[in-house]
């Protein structure tokens, strides 16, 4: 007993200085105090391991952890081995003051906090003279100063560097206080530019920035974050990376320093709109409004649609800005609106929105018409006044109609019955009964007669190969042909009852339901444009299909579709 007692504290001796380092876990900064614009290395060293892996997310209170590394080491002294884990991180301090690296846990272990002191750093311009310790600039610019609400303002960022860098990174751009649209203008820009007496190489970015609401409204700071090479903390590895040899080798020497640099914010007082200017509020650089007709010059005939095409343009605003163009028509006119259509085109000079308006008009009568002038008031941004875009009435003059209005069939003319003739006594209308009579006479005889007939055919077909054109002729009968379509002229004619009817549902439907697709032409584009304005509006004006009819007609007379032999049995569509 007391020999196992004694075998036992001898190996507790032994033992004991192990246990003892592996208690303990080092905390180091590389340098303190550190500096905002700056990274620093936290190094923890544990002597014999630990019983869990670490818990860093304390950290993420205060500091950015940019890197980390984790290495391990074994060493003999004296016959006694030894073993040591090392944790590297990079971090970046969020704010200036006295911070405190708070307690980390690695297990069952906690590290004793450490107090490190945040100096704000260097400015981020340079001086006069040129002067930039770290060779790397940050200039955010924002025009107009003063601008009104929902006017453009373009935000211009660059990055200057005049050193090598590893990488950077630029946060975007956001707004602390006000609402704003913010959208990006573009692809970066390489340029030089000269600050000082020093030569930077550039990258600029652009943003388009729309403010929704008057009053103040702040630009946050955009940071920068950028990885140089220089040292890496003061390690032993680090002092022997940097000597002359490897130096050359980007690999491993030089493994680098990431340095913050922090841009100034910007504040404007947002003007509301001009209290005196009446409509919708449009502040931009230049606003157009334009039209186009198809056909051009246009002509107008009764029942024949001519397309208006109406464009506004503004330089300066986006295309969701833009208002919905008035539609002023005269009596004795239709009008039939398309979905407007919406572009933005971008680029380093801002935003220039579009909106496209196509109308079909349709007159009713022949005569002359006014189509009233159309205004759209905006405010320039660069005269500060109030200007008015316009179009010019126009007048025009509808011809009648290329189709003759059908005339009325005139009344039968009944005349009154005689009354020197004895009237004819009316014919009573026979009634078959189940009863034969005289035996039916001959007609019993004549229908055997016929059967008789059909059966030889019959068989005669069957002996010549006609069970095919027997399909064949049950096709036809069931109104398809070989494949299953309708054939071309029992189409046409379910087409001409749906336009006749003028309902543009069953229209569409025959129409798709053609064998063969019509040839296009003008005058079946616009009425097919018509037929799909009525189908897929909101409001669905009331439509007429004598148009689609005869432009259907004149496309398939033009076509070079030839009739099948199964049609033949049908009675001409269109007699002379």
Not at 184 to 211: C, H, M, Q, W
Not at 547 to 570: C, H, I, K, Q, Y
Request: net charge neutral; proline share 11%.
């Amino acid at each position: 007993m007391v020999k196992r007692t004694l075998m036992a504290l001898w190996l507790f001796m032994a033992l004991f200085p192990q246990l003892l380092m592996a208690m303990e876990i080092q905390v180091r900064a590389s340098r303190n105090p550190v500096s905002l614009t700056e990274s620093f290395t936290l190094t923890f060293e544990a002597q014999g391991g630990v019983d869990g892996d670490p818990d860093f997310s304390p950290l993420e209170k205060d500091f950015d952890i940019l890197g980390r590394n984790q290495s391990s080491s074994f060493q003999f002294i004296n016959g006694v081995r030894g073993h040591s884990v090392t944790w590297s991180l990079e971090l970046m301090a969020k704010r200036a003051g006295t911070l405190t690296i708070p307690a980390i846990l690695f297990g069952k272990e906690r590290t004793a906090p450490v107090v490190i002191t945040v100096e704000k750093g260097h400015a981020v311009q340079p001086d006069p003279a040129g002067g930039d310790p770290e060779g790397i600039l940050l200039e955010v610019e924002a025009t107009p100063s003063h601008p009104y609400v929902q006017e453009q303002v373009i935000l211009t960022i660059r990055f200057l560097r005049g050193v090598e860098i590893l990488n950077a990174s630029l946060t975007e751009p956001r707004l602390s206080t006000g609402e704003g649209v913010l959208e990006k203008l573009g692809e970066d820009r390489n340029l030089e530019v000269t600050r000082g007496n020093r030569r930077y190489r550039a990258i600029e970015r652009s943003y388009a920035l729309f403010p929704q609401s008057s009053g103040q409204m702040v630009l946050a700071p955009v940071t920068l974050t950028a990885q140089l090479p220089g040292s890496g903390g003061g390690s032993p590895l680090s002092d022997f990376l940097n000597t002359p040899f490897f130096s050359n080798i980007p690999q491993l020497g030089r493994p680098g320093r990431t340095v913050r640099v922090v841009g100034k914010p910007i504040e404007w007082n947002i003007q509301p709109a001009r209290p005196d200017f009446a409509g919708q509020w449009l502040p931009a650089r230049r606003l157009l409004l334009s039209e186009k007709w198809s056909p051009d010059p246009p002509t107008f005939r009764v029942g024949e649609p001519v397309t208006r095409v109406l464009t506004l343009q503004a330089d300066g605003l986006t295309a969701a800005q833009l208002p919905a163009l008035p539609e002023r028509i005269p009596d004795g006119l239709r009008a039939y609106p398309d979905r407007p259509a919406l572009e933005e085109l971008k680029s380093e000079s801002g935003v220039v929105g579009k909106r496209m308006e196509k109308i079909a008009l349709i007159p009713n009568a022949p005569g002359s018409f006014r189509l009233p002038a159309l205004e759209i008031s905006w405010w320039n941004t660069e005269t500060k006044s109030r200007e008015i875009a316009r179009l010019p009435e126009r007048d025009i003059t509808v011809l009648p109609g290329t189709q003759p209005t059908p005339s009325p069939a005139p009344a039968p003319v009944v005349e009154p019955p005689r009354t020197d003739a004895p009237a004819k006594p009316m014919l009573p209308v026979p009634v078959a009964t189940g009863e034969s009579g005289n035996g039916g006479g001959y007609w019993p005889w004549v229908a055997l007669l016929f059967a008789l007939a059909w059966l030889t055919t019959l068989g005669l077909w069957w002996w010549r190969g006609g069970r095919a054109r027997m399909g064949k002729a049950a096709c036809v009968s069931a109104g398809e042909g070989e494949d299953g379509a309708l054939p071309l002229r029992r189409a046409m004619e379910r087409v001409r009852i749906a336009c006749q009817a003028h309902d543009p549902v069953a229209a569409r439907a025959a129409l798709a339901a053609l064998p063969v697709p019509l040839p296009d032409s003008p005058r079946l584009e616009r009425e097919m444009y018509l037929l799909n304005t009525v189908l897929f509006s909101a409001n669905p004006p009331a439509w007429r299909g004598d148009g689609l009819w005869e432009a259907a007609r004149e496309a398939l007379r033009l076509s070079s579709v030839a009739p099948s032999s199964d049609m033949a049995v049908l009675p001409p569509l269109y007699p002379a």
